[in-house]
């Protein structure tokens, strides 16, 4: 079945520097949706990205989906304590029996020490 | 705009019992899907149900059941539990099929 990776598991930034989280897929997605869970939380849909080489940014945070639509990056210039959290990618199949079915990857937990 | 809700937001079972937990959709959404989320795991995919239709299923076995209602608020039924049943049960609405989840609170299950 479809599985969704995701890397790195941790990652400890000190205040004001950047993060990086990869996100690769087995199968060709419709899209791929990000999310944040902060600790004792449940996930915030951040953004989804639907087409090819798609780059779409949130102040300081860029979202990139590959030319395959197999794999997508999440990247936060000058990290802030506000951004401690797990971040998750989800991707979505298209149509067929699978159709509406995220696919979560195992997370990122990020830590930002001030 | 109300939100995604759920309830209870903890509960304790034993072995063996059953258990139903409810999820209010949001305003608007006639999408709610399921998912488990284990302690340091991201959220498994139970199922999804589209006007009052399970839409489609993740691999778990048939003792995982749901409903959703015309209002589109939606049940998640589990008998014979397991003590691996233990977990985060979130439920999500979306305002179509194939768009941005928003998540509840979420139940946490503890089967003793």
């Known amino acids: 079945g479809q599985q969704v990776m995701q890397i790195p598991q941790y990652q400890h930034v000190q205040e004001g520097e950047d993060f990086t989280t990869y996100c690769n897929s087995s199968?060709?997605?419709?899209?791929i949706q990000w999310y944040k869970q902060r600790p004792g939380g449940h996930p915030v849909f951040l953004i989804q990205?639907?087409?090819?080489?798609e780059v779409k940014k949130q102040k300081r945070l860029t979202f990139q989906f590959g030319e395959a639509k197999k794999n997508s990056s999440l990247h936060i210039t000058a990290t802030q304590t506000t951004d401690v959290g797990t971040y998750f990618c989800?991707?979505?199949?298209?149509?067929?029996?699978?159709?509406?079915?995220?696919?979560f990857g195992q997370g990122t937990i990020l830590t930002v020490h001030p | 705009e109300t939100g995604v809700t759920q309830s209870p937001t903890h509960l304790i079972k034993t072995r063996g019992q059953q258990v139903t937990l409810r999820c209010s959709s949001q305003?608007?959404?006639?999408?709610v899907s399921w998912y488990q989320q284990a302690l340091g795991q991201g959220p498994q995919f139970i199922f999804q149900?589209?006007?009052?239709?399970?839409?489609g299923r993740g691999n778990f076995p048939p003792r995982f059941s749901g409903l959703q209602f015309p209002n589109y608020s939606s049940e998640l039924n589990v008998n014979a539990l397991e003590l691996d049943d233990s977990a985060l049960y979130l439920c999500?609405?979306?305002?179509?099929?194939?768009?941005?989840?928003?998540f509840g609170q979420g139940t946490r299950l503890t089967v003793v």
């Open positions: 999500a609405s979306s305002p179509q099929r194939g768009t941005e989840a928003f």
């Open positions: 199968t060709t997605l419709s899209n």
């Open positions: 990205l639907v087409k090819s080489g």
């Open positions: 989800a991707g979505l199949l298209a149509g067929g029996t699978s159709y509406g079915k995220l696919t």
């Open positions: 305003s608007g959404h006639n999408t």
């Open positions: 149900y589209y006007r009052e239709e399970e839409n």
